[in-house]
């Protein structure tokens, strides 16, 4: 599943290749992942112009002089630039440009293309709810988001709503250079703790963006991110020692999922159970 780094590396893509062009026909294999009808949908973006691009959590924004063409890839998926001679095997949409280019939409299991008409993209309930980018939050403003809250920190991390884009494949190293034990409380968090995490957030973000995302997520030409198992500091690393202290990573449930943590370094060392 893409998370921040993906989306925004593949957005930026997008942004430089497709703003400009204009769709001339839309084919749709897969209208459940609509919000409206087959007809309403290619109706509505067929002789669009794209304006823009810009991503939200997992979701991505294409503004057009008709509206807004909002996609997200769900489970997973690809995003392809191609022609008509070189598409994928699999795909749910096509949409061609007046370039004889075509942008190919895939989804694994599930995802979602919307369309919004102009001036009510604020009444959009799936991307309305979203909460800021992960990235674009300073420390400051991390430290009042979680003022007056008592819910776990991975919890926090996770929530779509409170912070956008950060999953499970990152959520373990922003913890550990954080040094944040995954159950702990963010009512027991000290401002320098918050702080640390708003600086660890940017760290565990940032090198993948910088090396094109996840090795395993393709971007909009089909070549794999370069961020490998290699990159990654604890996450999905049981048993293998810690890169800071040597000390052997552990798996932990940590409610309804597993995280992966130093228990040296990131030490639950009071009860913080909800």
């Given amino acids: ?35 409206v009808s087959k007809e309403a949908f290619v109706e509505a973006l067929t002789g669009a112009r794209l304006l823009d691009v810009t991503h939200r959590g997992k979701w991505f924004f294409v503004e057009t002089t008709q509206g807004w063409l909002l996609l997200n890839l769900g489970m997973g998926g690809e995003i392809l630039l191609a022609t008509r001679d070189t598409l994928p095997e699999k795909y749910r949409l096509i949409f061609d440009f007046d370039d004889e280019t075509c942008l190919v939409v895939n989804f694994w299991w599930f995802g979602y293309a919307h369309y919004v008409r102009p001036g009510e993209l604020d009444d959009h309930a799936m991307t309305a709810k979203l909460g800021p980018n992960a990235l674009d939050v300073t420390a400051d403003d991390l430290r009042a988001m979680l003022s007056g809250r008592r819910g776990r920190i991975k919890s926090f991390l996770l929530n779509q709503s409170k912070l956008a884009g950060i999953g499970n494949a990152y959520v373990h190293d922003i913890l550990f250079l954080a040094r944040l034990h995954p159950l702990r409380t963010v009512d027991t968090l000290t401002e320098a703790e918050m702080d640390a995490l708003a600086k660890a957030i940017r760290d565990g973000l940032q090198p993948s963006i910088d090396k094109g995302g996840a090795f395993y997520e393709v971007d909009l030409y089909g070549q794999k991110g370069g961020f490998t198992m290699d990159d990654i500091l604890i996450g999905y690393k049981e048993s293998e020692p810690c890169p800071i202290c040597g000390t052997p990573i552990e798996k932990i449930k940590t409610g309804s999922t597993s995280s992966f943590i130093c228990p040296r370094c990131q030490p639950k060392n009071m009860e913080n159970e909800e």
Avoid: D, W, Y
Wanted: proline share 9%; glycine share 2%.
């Fill in 1 to 35: 599943m893409p998370e921040l780094p993906e989306i925004t590396v593949l957005a930026r893509q997008m942004k430089t290749e497709l703003v400009g062009k204009t769709f001339t026909s839309i084919e749709v294999l897969q209208p459940k992942c609509l919000n």
